[in-house]
């Protein structure tokens, strides 16, 4: 079965070996079959996978180019 198949029948298995935990959550959370499911991209910028050692004015500075 093809990734885009298993996503979109909510059968997506991501290999443990290989992949932190919090990159794991952060693709289960992006992968959900049903498209209401899915975060918003600035809930996804606020997941500890960017977030992680990071101020939390981390992506205002990315935007005004203030970093």
Same mark, same amino acid.
């Given at each position: 079965m093809k990734l885009q198949e298993q996503i979109l029948a909510g059968q /997506? @298995? /991501? +290999? @443990?070996?290989?992949i932190?935990?919090?990159a794991r959550d952060f693709l289960? $959370?992006?992968f $959900? #079959?049903?498209?209401?499911?899915?975060? #918003?991209?600035? *809930? /996804?910028k606020k997941h500890r996978m960017f977030m992680q050692d @990071?101020? #939390?004015d981390y992506w205002s *500075?990315? $935007? +005004? *180019?203030?970093?």
């Open positions: /997506l @298995k /991501l +290999n @443990k070996a290989g932190d935990n919090i289960n $959370q992006i $959900q #079959s049903d498209p209401e499911m899915r975060p #918003s991209i600035d *809930k /996804l @990071k101020p #939390s *500075k990315i $935007q +005004n *180019k203030t970093f």
